[in-house]
């Protein structure tokens, strides 16, 4: 079963692998983080303001990216965003956008509804108490939101956030529907050139696993320590 | 904006000669809900097990269910497709080997058996989550009583435990049908892989992935109405949080 | 026809039972008492193998507990044990609450089991609630529903866990009312309570526990006239304030 498992075959592409492939997953990953987890608070500020249109609007949005897979969504954009380029540029024809921002877009908008109902959460999770408490003092809608009660949530969350994050990571392996090079794409390009499918797939898989797994266990570290301050 | 609306698409005959674009898409509903729907069982049934075994006291049954959830969880899925599709064939001895490249609808068998194990995982760890929640004395009284502990599970845990992680449970059936898109990368033609080809062959493009986003969003609006008429039923009455309480004190 | 022996439990940095001996003969009233964390709900779990011991031995009927021969299901058919928490279950009525452990566990038929529970049911004055679900019912009903499931079984011998513990005041009666029933037509039984007027009216003998040891071991007249130990004393003036 393993007699002829060629070996050779991954360490000689290891360097393409992991600076073009694994660079490309990870700094979608980062960047899509950041920008999710900054228009998922929004949305979820949205939802919980109490005015209607704007919680209608986050809501809608929310639940319609909730509901349609990945894969959908990954190529809704792939077509989508060369339009929004060309009627926010004002340019005659669709902007041709690359990979990497098409992907960044994607994924931004797409885990921000997850992340969302993450910080939605968290929000909800903050005594009422604080907010009096910060209200009492003078404190605008804004300054509320920004100093009392979105640190709190977000260190709250942040367990849940991270372990997104770590979903997220997964996610971005389907990039593969566009023939984009991350790190899934990367392995997938080796194996098909060179007939080594069993190897690297194992590999990748072994890749995943790795990161992820150690990833998970940092955030289970991180959620007791978390526990015993409060 | 330069793009053609043409909304007619629809009814026109897609390349295949016999069935309009509508039909096409439709018939990659049906994949879908049948992939979903298959591997739901395989999830449940794995899911249920190991979310058992992980509630027993014998440490090694224990790691064994934490090793299971923790390989499934932690590889993406569509990698784990490819495990099942390219890798599993290679492994297995020639014959088997052969003979699973050549069965017809390999793909939708893959999709199942990769789809029902990795959401097995993620079942697994909500009906471990489920038993803990009853209260230990449940498993004490049912013990008490002379029923083994498989008995237990069986009659009295699991019943309870299923009913108050039908929520979540929910979920994971939502996100089965929408992770059955992955398996159009291995050849299986559920609705997203009908829209992208409808998108390919006809440059409709923003009508096709509209139709597929209101089929998915319809199949998400009746699974969600469905589950909750399945709460109801099956809520205990009198049970904190699911039916409303018949006063009879 | 129970006897525990020297029975010790221990945890990696604490000690739960410290050499546990006492008897309970076939028809007598045996109740167990002693402030919180004196150890009684775990040796009381213990006699029928819900908690395991890891020195000394029980025997319930000549059947030894340490004894990896010994069928554990088969033997806890034959106890009938009573929760603090009444633990019925919330998803079954209560009729098959009765029925579950006698078809499953004896092999009774449908109709027996329905029969037997319908009977019991009688005899702890719920007949009317057959059909009704736990959730439906107040503490004492469900704990009275709770005492005819254990008697479905047909056992040899009773254990109680503090079961008027979760009562409000005004049920206590209606459960301790069936437990005196039943101590007068002859039951054998090991009471775990702080209900002294219980433990005088029907209980042959009180065990008093305190930290995992018995420390008294005596008739009822004797131990509320004369407690031998300090800490019963104590314990004793405390708890008969009211």
């Known amino acids: 079963m393993f007699a002829d498992f060629d070996f050779d075959v991954i360490i000689r592409s290891l360097p393409y692998l992991f600076y073009d492939g694994m660079t490309f997953t990870l700094m979608l990953t980062a960047l899509a983080t950041c920008g999710g987890i900054i228009f998922g608070t929004l949305l979820a500020m949205m939802r919980l303001s109490g005015l209607a249109p704007l919680s209608l609007l986050a809501g809608g949005y929310v639940n319609l990216m909730r509901a349609v897979p990945l894969v959908l969504v990954i190529f809704w954009f792939y077509f989508l965003v060369p339009f929004i380029g060309q009627w926010v540029t004002g340019a005659s024809r669709p902007i041709q956008v690359g990979a990497f921002a098409s992907s960044l877009v994607t994924f931004t908008l797409f885990e921000a509804a997850y992340f969302a109902e993450i910080m939605r959460a968290g929000i909800q999770s903050i005594r009422r108490g604080q907010v009096q408490a910060a209200q009492a003092v003078g404190m605008t809608y804004l300054q509320t939101m920004g100093y009392i009660v979105l640190p709190q949530a977000f260190r709250n969350m942040l367990p849940v956030l991270l372990t997104q994050t770590i979903v997220l990571f997964q996610d971005t392996s389907l990039v593969y529907v566009l023939s984009i090079t991350d790190f899934l794409g990367a392995a997938s390009k080796v194996a098909q050139r060179d007939g080594r499918l069993v190897e690297m797939y194992l590999f990748a898989a072994l890749v995943y696993f790795v990161i992820s797994f150690v990833a998970s266990l940092l955030v289970r570290r991180l959620q007791r320590r978390v526990a015993i301050i409060h | ?249 | 026809m129970i006897t525990l022996s020297k029975v010790s439990k221990w945890y990696p940095n604490f000690q739960v039972l410290n050499q546990c001996s006492t008897e309970v003969a076939k028809g007598e009233v045996v109740v167990v008492c002693g402030p919180s964390g004196s150890g009684k709900s775990t040796l009381i779990k213990c006699v029928n193998g819900l908690e395991p011991f890891q020195e000394g031995t029980i025997t319930v009927a000549g059947i030894s507990l340490n004894d990896p021969k010994t069928d554990l299901p088969k033997l806890r058919a034959r106890i009938g044990m009573v929760f603090q928490h009444f633990e019925l279950f919330p998803h079954l009525t209560v009729m098959r609450n009765l029925e579950l452990a006698q078809i499953k566990v004896l092999g009774r038929s449908r109709d027996e089991a329905a029969a037997k529970g319908m009977r019991l049911l009688e005899r702890v004055g719920l007949s009317a609630h057959a059909r009704k679900y736990p959730g439906e019912l107040s503490g004492g009903q469900q704990q009275r529903v709770a005492i005819a499931r254990a008697l479905a079984m047909d056992p040899i011998a009773m254990l109680f866990d503090e079961p008027t513990s979760a009562l409000d005041p005004e049920m206590i009666n209606e459960v301790l009312d069936v437990m005196v029933a039943l101590a007068k037509d002859g039951m054998t039984m090991m009471v775990v309570t702080h209900e002294m007027g219980f433990a005088r009216r029907v209980a042959q003998r009180v065990v008093f526990m305190d930290r995992g040891q018995i420390v008294e071991d005596a008739p009822t007249a004797e131990f509320f006239g004369k407690p031998r130990s300090e800490r019963a004393q104590v314990f004793l003036s405390k708890i008969l304030q009211h």
């Open chain 2, 1 to 249: 904006m330069n793009y053609n609306w043409n909304w007619g698409i629809f009814f026109q005959t897609s390349p295949d000669g016999v069935h309009t674009y509508l039909e096409t898409l439709l018939m990659g509903t049906g994949w879908t809900l049948a992939t979903a729907l298959s591997a739901w069982c395989v999830a449940l049934a794995m899911g249920s097990l190991i979310g058992v075994i992980r509630t027993t006291p014998n440490p090694w049954l224990v790691r064994l269910g934490n090793a299971y959830v923790e390989l499934f969880r932690n590889i993406p899925l569509l990698v784990q497709m490819f495990l099942w599709y390219f890798v599993l064939p290679e492994l297995l001895p020639t014959a088997l080997g052969d003979w699973l490249k050549q069965l017809p609808d390999a793909s939708f068998y893959t999709a199942v058996v990769s789809l029902g194990f990795y959401t097995s995982a993620r079942v697994a760890e909500q009906v471990r989550a489920g038993i803990l929640s009853l209260a230990r004395g449940q498993g004490w009284a049912a013990l008490a009583l002379g029923l083994t502990p498989a008995q237990a599970y069986v009659y009295v845990l699991l019943p309870m435990a299923y009913r108050v992680i039908l929520p979540p449970l929910t979920s994971e059936f939502l996100n089965i049908i929408k992770n059955s898109a992955v398996a159009l990368t291995i050849g299986l033609m559920e609705l997203t892989a009908r829209a992208r080809a409808m998108q390919e062959f006809s440059f409709q493009v923003f009508e096709a992935f509209t139709a597929a986003t209101v089929i998915y969003i319809v199949i998400n609006i009746v699974v969600t109405f469905g589950m909750r008429w399945v709460e109801r039923r099956t809520a205990v009455p009198g049970f904190i949080g699911a039916a409303p309480a018949a006063a009879a004190h």
